[in-house]
T-cell receptor
């Protein structure tokens, strides 16, 4: 069935180090892959997205890579800072039904 | 431009009571969504709408109803609340999905406790 799997569920990294979160999806027709960040007590907010016609996209300290053949995409955060601590969600659209399926989330802790 | 707003922010219900959650957006978005968020479960789609007057079921629609009478509003109803519906509910909106995938904008959430 339609599914988006996200790993790991929890990730702790030392401040200044890099963090990587990975997702796989099942619908080979998907062509848009957003990442959302959710801070405590707030709704998720888009931080970066990638469309299937490119393999990588960067925005300052964050980047997303996409491997359509393997049906997986990853979020990379470099030079992590305390404000990066949050829950991160990947998502992929299920084109047949005009809806987006979210991964279960990764809680990222930045250690001082 | 307020974006996506949700009312109420917090509510306590007794089992069997009914209530309606209101979502409003001022971005002229076509698509609107209702999600619930439970610990370890991520965001699960309850119902969604691809335009005024339309609604469709998501992953977990049972026990909920929705209406989209006006383009800017999307209502989520619980006819007979159950403790299993204790959750945080998020509304979101976007321009369109499909050929041109677009960002979803989320509201601040409604925390619902059913006793």
């Amino acid at each position: 069935g339609e599914n988006v799997e996200q790993h790991p569920s929890t990730l702790s990294v030392q401040e200044g180090d890099s963090a990587v979160i990975k997702c796989t999806y099942s619908d080979s027709a998907s062509n848009y892959f957003p990442w959302y960040k959710q801070e405590l007590g707030k709704g998720p907010q888009l931080i970066i997205d990638i469309r299937s016609n490119v393999g990588e996209k960067k925005d300052q300290r964050i980047a997303v890579t996409l491997n359509k053949t393997a049906k997986h995409f990853s979020l990379h955060i470099t030079e992590t800072q305390p404000e990066d601590s949050a829950v991160y969600f990947c998502a992929a659209p299920m084109n047949r039904d005009d809806k987006i399926i979210f991964g279960k989330g990764t809680r990222l802790h930045i250690l001082p | 431009n307020a974006g996506v707003t949700q009312t109420p922010k917090f509510r306590v219900l007794k089992t069997g009571q009914s209530m309606t959650l209101l979502c409003a957006q001022d971005m002229n978005h076509e698509y609107m969504y209702w999600y619930r968020q439970d610990p370890g479960m991520g965001l699960r789609l309850i119902h969604y709408s691809v335009g005024e007057g339309t609604t469709a079921k998501g992953e977990v629609p049972d026990g909920y109803n929705v209406s989209r009478l006006k383009k800017q509003n999307f209502l989520l109803g619980l006819e007979s609340a159950a403790p299993s519906q204790t959750s945080v509910y998020f509304c979101a909106s976007s321009y369109i999905l499909g050929a041109d995938q677009e960002t979803q904008y989320f509201g601040p959430g409604t925390r619902l406790l059913v006793l």
